[in-house]
């Protein structure tokens, strides 16, 4: 099992800046791929990037050129820097790992551990 714990969010204005963390513990030499994912109330959970260990980087087409995703050496901490931030960015975020991925994927269901999540509010 993986522990994950997100820090980072808060709230900002349309266009300003966040940096989201992801701290991971446990069995992390065997995660293969990891993701940054979303939920708005109301709403289902979205994939927002996902990072692999050959280099893979996937983004939905939602924040392409907004956010990046990266990670340090052995795999933690997991970072998404958020730029021109949006109020439709307004969600709970998620850090999530998966241990036997074949690629990266903004699908949620192959992610095997998740954190509890950190909000992150946009206001125009």
């Known amino acids: 099992q993986v522990h994950l714990v997100e820090s980072g969010g808060g709230s900002v204005q349309d266009g300003g800046s966040l940096r989201l963390s992801c701290a991971a513990s446990g069995d992390i030499g065997n995660v293969r791929c990891m993701g940054w994912f979303r939920q708005a109330p109301g709403k289902g959970r979205e994939g927002v990037a996902s990072?692999?260990?050959?280099?893979?980087?996937k983004y939905a087409r939602s924040v392409k050129g907004r956010f990046t995703i990266s990670q340090d050496n052995g795999k933690t901490p997991l970072y998404l820097q958020m730029t021109s931030l949006e109020a439709e960015d307004t969600a709970m975020y998620y850090c999530?790992?998966?241990?036997?991925?074949?690629?990266?994927?903004?699908?949620?269901?192959?992610?095997?551990?998740w954190g509890r999540g950190t909000q992150v509010t946009v206001s125009s």
């Open positions: 990072i692999c260990d050959d280099g893979r980087i």
């Open positions: 999530a790992a998966d241990r036997w991925a074949a690629a990266a994927s903004l699908d949620p269901t192959p992610y095997d551990s």
